[in-house]
Each structure stands twice: as C-alpha cells, then as structure tokens.
C-alpha cells in the first residue's frame, strides 16, 4: 500500500527533528565552557523527544510492527527527507547558532501555524513544541546578537556562518505536493507564507548584532525527495550502527 | 595560627556543625577540601566523555535521551561542585589550568575506554554505583557548600545506576553476543570499580586529617565493602559473573571476601600511564582553547551593552 | 593566566509560587541573559522553580561569622517577640 500523505508530512517533521537533535548532541563535552553544554545538551534533549513524538505518530499511521527507533534507525539515506540544513555539520559554535537562529525563527512561525492544526494529534505535539521552541530561540537569538557585537573575530565568524548557511534557508518555505495537498486540507502549514515574517525577524536579530543579511544566492534544496549533502550518510551511519549491526537483538 | 581558633574550629567539626566559606579555618583544611572538591569536579566534567563517546549511537530513542540527560546531569554535578570549590577563594579558571597542568587530578575510572554499549552499561551500573556510594557518605562532610552539593547531587544521581544496570540485564539476557558484551564489560569495569575507593586506609595519605575534620566519613575500605556486598548480588541476579576468583561469602563477618587488587595499575593510571590519559585531557584542553574566541566575544559584548556590569 | 574567565552569579530559586526564593548555587555568565538561561539549564532541569532570580557574586554583602555574637545574640532575651510570652484568657478568641 503506498504511504499516505499524512504520515509523508509526519516524517519529514520527526526526520527534520530528529537529525538537528542528532546533530546538536555532537557537542556533549566540547561547548565552550560547562554551561554552554549544557544548554545545548538541553535543546538537543527537547529536539529528540519532539522526533519521538513526531516518528511515533507515523509509526501508527504507517500500521503494521512499525516503530520509531524503526524509523530512526532503519531507513536509509535515500529514505530520510529532513531538510538539508538541519544535517549541515555543526562547524563552529557561530555556525551552530546561525543554524539554529534559522531553523528555530522558522519553527517559531511553523508551530505557531501547526497548534491550529486540523489533525489532533499534530496540534498537540505543536502546542509541546512551541514552547520549547521558544526557549530555543532565546538562546540562538542571544547568541547570534552576543558574537555578532562582540569581537572582531566573532563577528566575522559569524558573518561567514551566516554567508555559507544562507543558501539552505530557501528550501525552508518550498512547498512540494505533500505540503500542498497538507496544507489545503488545514493540516499542515503554508510554509511559503512564512516567509516574509521570518526574513524581518531574522533582519531585526541581525540588525540588533551589527551583521549583514546575505544577498539572496543560489538557494539549494532536495530533502524532502530524499536527495540529501554527502554530510547525511555519515550522521546515518554513526546514529544507526548498533541497530544494523545486530538487526536481532532487542536494546 | 592561633590555638583558639583552632580549638573552635575542631569543636564544631567535633560537635558536627557545619563549616561555612566565611568561617575561620585551618589552611591544611583548605587546601585538602580544594583538592578533593576540584578532583571531585573534574571527575565529573571528564568522566562525560566516555559515556559521551556513545550519545550518536546509543541504539534507540530512549536510550539516547537517556543519556543525554545523564551526561547533562554529570556536566550539572561538575558545576555544582565547582561551585562549592570556589567559595574557598579559588577561581574556576586556577581550577581549569590545574587539571590542564596535571596538578589536580580527576577519577581513573575515566581513563579506560568504552568499547562496546554494554561499557554504558557498566558504567551505570558499576562506576555510578561505587561513586553513590561514596557521596552518600559525604552528604554528611563537614563543609557546608560541599555537603549541600552532595546532597543535590545525590537525589539526582538515583536514576543513574539503574540506568546502567536496566542495559546490562537487558544485554545479559539478550542475544549471545549481546551477552557476550554485557559479560566482557563487567570483567573490564570490575576491579578498575573497584580501585576507585582509592587506596587502603593504610596507605592512603590523606585519610587521617581528612576523618579528623569529618571531611571524609568512612574509610575508603569501608566503603569498597559495602559497594562489593551490593554489586555481588546484584551480578547474580543478572546472570553475571565478578571476574573474581577468591571472592567468597564469609558467614561471620556476613561480608564478601574479595582478591587483591592490583595497585601497580592503580598507581600507573594516576601517574599518567593509562589508557585514555592523554586523550581525555587533550579534549578538555582543546574544548576549553576552542572556546575561548566565544568566551571573549561574550565578555566584550557585556562591556558594550552595560549587559553584565555594575547600572542599568 | 587570563582564560577569559566569565564573571560569577548566584542563583536563587523560587520552588514554587508564593514561596521564598532560595539560594542555590552559582553559575559563570557573561551577561544577565546567559546568567538567567545558565541558571535555568543548570538549576530547573527537574522543573524546580518558578522563578529565578541571578545576582553577580561581587553584590552580595555578607555578615562576618566574627561578628556572630554582636548580629545575633542580643536577639536572644528578646522573648517578648513570641506569641507564646503572652498570657492571654483562652476565652478570647482571634488573637
């Protein structure tokens, strides 16, 4: 039976979810000082139980002896459709903040859209979502302001993270036929319309940090059909290696 | 020094008040609490590394916000113990550069590698367990920051070992490899567990001032004991076996009787001759100089804004 | 050795609403903000609080434990300041 609409949306959410959260916890014991690891194990910690909610909600859709951890661990490469940024490496601690200054402004607007879902279940992992997400924000916004008017050498750490991340944040608002088809049946969000707001919230956070907002490049984009930067396969293959190595056993 | 501040100092030790930062104290009091609290410390900020070393491959969801939380609550038990160091006027930097230097040391536990998950599992279930042990008992320590951070520390620390120990019964009644695993991580983590009491009270130069001034409340080979008595049933119940040859019940003292450790080792790994010596340190040390364009560009932020200093 | 040491901050913690704030610990920050989201991170990672309230640590004035006797003790025949000194007919209600 070919996969639904809805579960396709579900795991693009849980998969975007899921690989930032991965991503963040790269940091564990490197932050910049002992706070600072903490606060990013803490958001790292918020973005995998949102991926549980979200990978445990397609599980039921999809039906049969399907799981999360089947689907965090089981799919490969080709089969995952986060959205590019969220797999891009961490880099530096200015590159990790610019990432999620990104993706936590968009969220901030997609959830706010998502708690008026149509679909129940949607809305409740929203409602959860948002207010962490708010939190989140608060400290890459901070972040992004303190780098940006701090030093010469952070500041131009962090325009050079701002230039390099820019052409992912197109695929941020790009709607293929599941957002299209989720959205005309107000389950999901018109993630285009978001757009405008993002870009003056970003502006306002940038303007605050003495940085400049990039020139519109070439905007890269092909997660969600699963064509993802070589970066993937590697966080794949680290994340999911006990659970191919020993398809039997049970953790 | 004087004699009367002396003989007001050990009377409230001896009466079991609480020391304060603020108090008058000896400097050997001093300095003893600021090497045990920052060993303490720096044990918990290095020990996130071998457990930290499993977070991208813990093998389910669960698990690996598990351990995310439980490295976090090791980042948080550090800090907590800092905390408690500094009130005894010493900076968090001095602190960072003594363990870089080699001056202070941290935990030798740390310093063996974590090969397989059940090595989380043992960790969990073995090296939480001999470190509950011992800050149970100095929840009760003389110095009052020190105490109360104990006692914080203590309360979140409950979830860790059964952590462990929920992967290593898992494992242990898994598939034959996992066994295999769970078996080969007991063997590995036993006597290093072990060693961790430190020294026999005998050999030990540090236990008789630091009983004395109630910084310490057992002995490190009472403590060892009661976590052998402990670990013992709890291997049976799993299906494990102490890689122990001449460990034995003994009916009267209602205790285990357990081998010779081997001290050549011990003393080896304290000296810098270990497994992961260098490694460990050389991540703290690469984190703590990676950082510090942020730490910079955070401060001469504050200074601009009026952010973090003196009016608003 | 200068590591860029950021400045220290106590925290104090309000377990739940209307109750005391209680101190608790102290966190390294550059700033209010980071002192605040530190003190979160660190210190309600249980759910704790309600509210936290950061000080930098150099603001805080303390009483010399030598002074203990002259702060507190004359405080010690003062036992008119308990209800209980009072003897009052226990037939007079709402007092």
């Known amino acids: 039976m070919a996969d639904s609409t809805l579960y396709k949306y579900v795991l693009s959410l849980g998969d975007d979810a899921l690989v930032s959260a991965q991503r963040l916890a790269q940091w564990t014991y490197k932050a910049p000082f002992l706070e600072e690891d903490i606060a990013l194990s803490n958001i790292s910690l918020d973005l995998f139980g949102r991926a549980n909610l979200y990978l445990e909600y397609a599980a039921e859709l999809k039906g049969g002896n399907t799981t999360a951890d089947h689907l965090a661990f089981k799919r490969n490469e080709r089969q995952f459709t986060n959205l590019l940024i969220c797999e891009h490496p961490n880099g530096n601690f200015a590159d990790t903040n610019v990432r999620n200054l990104f993706l936590d402004t968009f969220h901030k607007l997609f959830l706010e859209k998502l708690v008026e879902s149509k679909d129940k279940q949607l809305a409740a992992i929203a409602e959860k979502a948002r207010k962490e997400n708010s939190y989140h924000f608060r400290h890459s916004s901070s972040w992004v302001i303190r780098l940006g008017d701090g030093t010469k050498e952070s500041n131009s750490k962090v325009q050079t993270a701002l230039n390099n991340l820019w052409m992912f944040t197109g695929e941020l608002f790009e709607m293929n036929k599941v957002d299209l088809e989720m959205s005309s049946q107000k389950i999901g969000v018109d993630r285009e319309a978001l757009k405008p707001q993002w870009k003056s919230i970003i502006t306002d956070v940038l303007t605050e940090a003495t940085l400049n907002i990039p020139e519109d490049v070439f905007m890269t984009s092909g997660g969600r059909d699963g064509i993802h930067t070589e970066h993937l396969g590697h966080l794949l293959s680290d994340m999911q290696y006990l659970q191919r190595a020993y398809p039997n056993a049970a953790w | 020094m004087s004699t009367t501040q002396e003989t007001t100092f050990q009377g409230k030790i001896d009466k079991g008040l609480k020391i304060e930062p603020r108090d008058w104290m000896p400097d050997k009091y001093r300095t003893h609490l600021i090497r045990q609290i920052s060993q303490h410390a720096h044990s918990e900020v290095i020990g996130m590394q071998p457990e930290g070393n499993w977070i991208t491959r813990a093998p389910s969801l669960r698990a690996k916000m598990v351990l995310i939380a439980k490295v976090q609550d090791e980042a948080g038990h550090g800090l907590y113990l800092y905390s408690a160091c500094e009130t005894l006027g010493i900076t968090r930097d001095e602190l960072i550069s003594q363990l870089h230097t080699g001056k202070a040391k941290y935990s030798n536990i740390f310093n063996y590698p974590t090969l397989t998950w059940a090595d989380i599992g043992a960790i969990g279930w073995l090296v939480d367990g001999a470190a509950i042990v011992n800050q149970q008992s100095l929840r009760g320590t003389s110095y009052g920051p020190y105490s109360r951070a104990m006692i914080r520390i203590c309360k979140e620390e409950s979830f860790h070992q059964r952590q462990g120990y929920e992967i290593m019964s898992k494992m242990a009644n898994g598939t034959p490899e996992q066994q295999e695993m769970a078996q080969d991580a007991l063997d590995r983590w036993w006597w290093p567990s072990l060693m961790m009491f430190g020294p026999h009270d005998l050999d030990s130069a540090h236990t008789s001032n630091a009983m004395n001034w109630k910084i310490k409340r057992e002995t490190n080979d009472e403590l060892r004991q009661l976590f052998v008595d402990r670990s013992v049933k709890q291997a049976d119940l799993i299906g494990l076996k102490i890689p122990d040859p001449d460990l034995k019940w003994n009916q009267e003292t209602r205790h285990y009787e357990f081998g010779e450790i081997d001290w050549d080792e011990f003393w080896k790994v304290i000296n810098g001759d270990g497994f992961c010596n260098k490694e460990r340190l050389n991540n703290h040390t690469t984190a703590h100089t990676k950082g510090q364009w942020v730490r910079e560009a955070a401060l001469a932020y504050a200074e601009k804004r009026n952010n973090g200093v003196n009016h608003e | ?95």
């Open chain 3, 1 to 95: 050795m200068n590591n860029n040491e950021l400045p220290l901050w106590e925290v104090f913690i309000q377990p739940k609403t209307g109750a005391q704030f209680q101190h608790c610990g102290s966190v390294h920050a550059a700033d209010k903000e980071m002192a605040l989201q530190n003190a979160r991170d660190l210190y309600t990672r249980r759910q704790e609080g309600t509210c936290i309230w950061v000080v930098k640590a150099e603001h805080i004035i303390s009483s010399n434990p030598d002074d203990s006797e002259s702060f507190f003790d004359p405080a010690d025949d003062k036992v008119y300041r308990y209800p209980t000194f009072f003897k009052v007919s226990k037939k007079a209600k709402g007092l």
